[in-house]
């Protein structure tokens, strides 16, 4: 009976042991994950560094932006007239020529001798030309005489022009000075009419053909100028417009623009793709931010303005020199009676001497504690999400229509994490709407 009691006791006994063990557990991981979610509660995330501007207003010269396609404002595709086989080339790649310069030569011997023969023939009919005239001068010669051998004459004139001009179609020659391209033809070929020679461009001057749309029509006028380029930003090359199509096209909306751009270095090139802006009127007072600034999500645009962080309601704190005192005044209110025990009756003392000894401490301790009052000077910097409305765009820069207000300063990079209400540092030392190269040179 007594083992049994025994058995059942030490049962009981593992038991609790058993619940404290893993209640102990239990209660130490709680108060373990508990206090970490506190911390991470409570700590406070660094300070991000970002760069940033200040809204202002400035002058802004609006465009239209377009596509164009560049064109020589004489370019064509050389072909020859009449049938032959090619008996010289005269020019090679890339050849400046001049105007009625020879640039082919086909076999032509067929035609120089017809247009000898013929030659003859027109001086003979010249020459009984004259002995009727002088023969009807003379009263022995025929009216009817005298006709037929005038129109013999000028039949035979005809003849010899139309064979001289025949023969210069055994020529291909310039029809404007330019730049001809590669050969595309061989000596030797037997060209027919209509076969493609080489082409001719002139590259001074060249045309650039471009369309916008019906709404944008009431801002352009003869005249204007054009910016144009190859991509990016930059747009290195001017011109002015020269036409503009008085009919919209039904199907797609559009007018279709032509200008003018002069090319003294040759790059522009016939057929090139180019990005077009026609220059309009500057406006002033314009609120603009570098794009980079603009952030854009599934809720609207929106930036991120810097602003001082509101200032906390600081708990009124305690003189340094009252610290020490309160201490020494406690201990010797305590201090025991005059009958305690002389080793007893020394502790108060020394006791005493130590925050005494503490209150030159803070002392010493003051220039290391004005660092933090004076770093405490400069207000902490905390971002607001504000939400704009953006405008045009142009060179990197973007119009904010509504949401920012003049003298605001703006975050212009350095934003992807960040969020309402973040703590911020402002490093001005990089920026971000230059390249760097500009700024390696200005350094």
């Known amino acids: 009976m007594f083992k049994r009691i025994l058995r059942i006791f030490i049962i009981i006994l593992v038991l609790a042991l058993l619940v404290v063990v893993v209640g102990g557990i239990v209660g130490f991981n709680f108060l373990r994950d508990n206090g970490i979610k506190q911390y991470f509660a409570s700590m406070k995330p660094p300070a991000a560094t970002v760069s940033t501007t200040i809204a202002k207003p400035s002058a802004w010269t609006p465009g239209v932006e377009a596509i164009g396609t560049v064109k020589a404002v004489r370019g064509v595709d050389l072909t020859v007239e009449t049938t032959g086989i090619v008996k010289d080339i005269l020019f090679h790649a890339n050849q400046k020529v001049a105007d009625n310069a020879v640039l082919l030569q086909l076999d032509d011997a067929v035609e120089r001798a017809d247009l000898d023969a013929q030659k003859a023939q027109a001086a003979l009919d010249q020459t009984s030309l004259a002995r009727a005239i002088e023969l009807t001068r003379r009263g022995v010669g025929?009216?009817?005489?005298?006709?037929?051998?005038?129109?013999?004459?000028?039949?035979?004139?005809?003849?010899?022009?139309?064979?001289?001009?025949v023969l210069e179609q055994k020529q291909l020659t310039a029809p404007f000075g330019g730049t001809v391209g590669i050969p595309r033809i061989d000596i030797g070929q037997y060209l027919a009419p209509g076969t493609a020679v080489v082409t001719l461009q002139d590259l001074d001057t060249m045309r650039v053909d471009f369309s916008v749309p019906e709404q944008q029509l009431a801002l352009l006028k003869i005249g204007q100028t054009i910016r144009l380029g190859f991509g990016g930003e930059d747009?290195?090359?001017?011109?002015?417009?020269?036409?503009?199509?008085?009919?919209?096209?039904?199907?797609?909306?559009?007018v279709n623009i032509r200008a003018e751009v002069a090319n003294p270095d040759g790059k522009l090139t016939p057929g090139q793709f180019v990005q077009v802006r026609v220059e309009l009127p500057e406006e002033q007072n314009v609120l603009t931010l570098p794009q980079t600034a603009l952030t854009t999500s599934l809720y609207g645009d929106y930036i991120f303005v810097v602003q001082p962080a509101k200032p906390a309601e600081a708990a009124p704190a305690a003189k340094p020199e009252e610290k020490p005192a309160a201490p020494a005044a406690d201990k010797s209110a305590d201090a025991k009676p005059a009958d305690t025990k002389p080793a007893d009756a020394m502790k108060p003392a020394a006791d005493a001497a130590k925050p005494a000894a503490d209150a030159a401490k803070p002392t010493d301790q003051a220039p290391d504690a004005a660092k933090p009052a004076a770093e405490g000077d400069k207000p902490a910097l905390v971002l607001s999400q504000v939400f704009v409305k953006p405008g045009r765009r142009n060179q990197g820069m973007v119009e904010i229509v509504e949401g920012l207000k003049a003298g605001d300063e703006v975050v212009t990079a350095g934003q992807n994490r960040l969020f309402n209400g973040m703590s911020v540092v402002v490093d001005n030392t990089i920026d971000p709407t230059k390249s760097a190269n500009k700024q390696a040179d200005q350094q």
């Open 142 to 165: 025929s009216d009817s005489t005298l006709d037929t051998a005038r129109a013999a004459a000028s039949a035979s004139a005809s003849q010899v022009t139309k064979l001289q001009a």
């Open 235 to 254: 747009r290195p090359f001017a011109g002015a417009i020269r036409g503009i199509d008085p009919k919209i096209d039904s199907s797609s909306r559009l």
